[in-house]
């Protein structure tokens, strides 16, 4: 059995209208081996989109956990048509994945307008119920990062592991050292790199995402982002208003919204047209290693 502990209440406000999400400290955190061997596997799979609720004493949010892959902006489709999707938000879990792919997702949640955090959604039962929050020790890794720049609105806790590399050719990241490339493999980075940098701008990223990101190549581990790089970077907009808890306490919970609000009366655009590059699917992704 899972063990479980509480900390100290603590309250952030964000620095936009008030129709956007309050942070507050309520922090369900999982202890043990197991919490983390099961979010390490959640990280690898495709990923995956979840609505959680949590009526009637706080607004839901969007679980997006798992790996971007070519079926990704599809599956967003489909579970965007059940759900009124505009400015909810999203919790970020995830190792990366495809480059193109992952833009396009991004694309959706900015035009959507939705929030963007990094979390791993927890469940816990009690003699009251089903109760959900947003443990911070999670992880947002390579493509994950140009998602969380996507939100209109982003925040990252504390205890989150923001981490950047370069992007590669897909089919060869695993031994990207030894692999040989031909010019093709070449053109196919170097434009996807473009992509990425009109992507990151128009986002309202900075040259210095860029900069740090391209500068590790893929036979290294990941780098780490910190505070100050995070807010160079432009992935934390939010303002801290107070704070009053252990060190371990940040989580996301939303404001009250009713439930039939939620649910979209109009279907989501059609998945767009997956590219193939010379007959076969080729991409650009980031490593997906940890």
């Not at 959640?42 to 607004?59: A, E, H, I, T």
């Not at 767009?272 to 991409?283: L, N, W």
Request: aromatic content about 8%.
């Amino acid at each position: 059995m899972l063990a479980r502990w509480t900390t100290t209440r603590a309250w952030m406000l964000l620095s936009a209208p008030s129709r956007y999400i309050a942070l507050l400290g309520l922090l369900a955190v999982l202890g043990g081996s197991a919490y983390a061997d099961v979010a390490l596997e959640g990280r690898k799979l495709p990923m995956k989109f979840s609505w959680v609720d949590c009526q009637p004493n706080c607004r839901g949010w969007v679980s997006a956990v798992g790996i971007v892959t070519a079926d990704t902006p599809g599956a967003f489709d489909d579970f965007a048509r059940d759900y009124q999707l505009q400015g909810e938000t999203v919790v970020l879990d995830s190792s990366g994945g495809s480059v193109n792919d992952s833009i396009a997702v991004g694309r959706r949640f900015r035009k959507l307008g939705m929030v963007t955090t990094v979390g791993v959604t927890v469940l816990t039962h009690s003699a009251h119920g089903k109760r959900a929050n947003v443990s911070p020790e999670a992880h947002c890794e390579s493509m994950c990062v140009f998602l969380l720049l996507s939100g209109k609105l982003r925040w990252v806790p504390e205890q989150a592991h923001v981490r950047v590399h370069q992007i590669w050719m897909g089919d060869r990241a695993d031994r990207a050292r030894a692999a040989s490339y031909s010019a093709d493999d070449l053109t196919i980075v170097e434009r996807d790199i473009g992509r990425l940098a009109k992507y990151t701008f128009d986002m309202g990223g900075t040259g210095d995402l860029l900069a740090l990101s391209l500068n590790v190549p893929p036979w290294e581990d990941l780098y780490e982002l910190s505070r100050e790089e995070l807010r160079l970077a432009n992935l934390i907009t939010t303002d801290i208003v107070a704070q009053q808890s252990s060190p371990n306490a940040a989580v996301v919970e939303l404001a009250a919204k009713p439930v039939q609000d939620r649910f979209a009366k109009t279907a989501a655009a059609a998945s767009p047209r997956q590219e193939r590059y010379g007959g076969t699917a080729k991409s650009t992704r980031g490593a997906l290693t940890n």
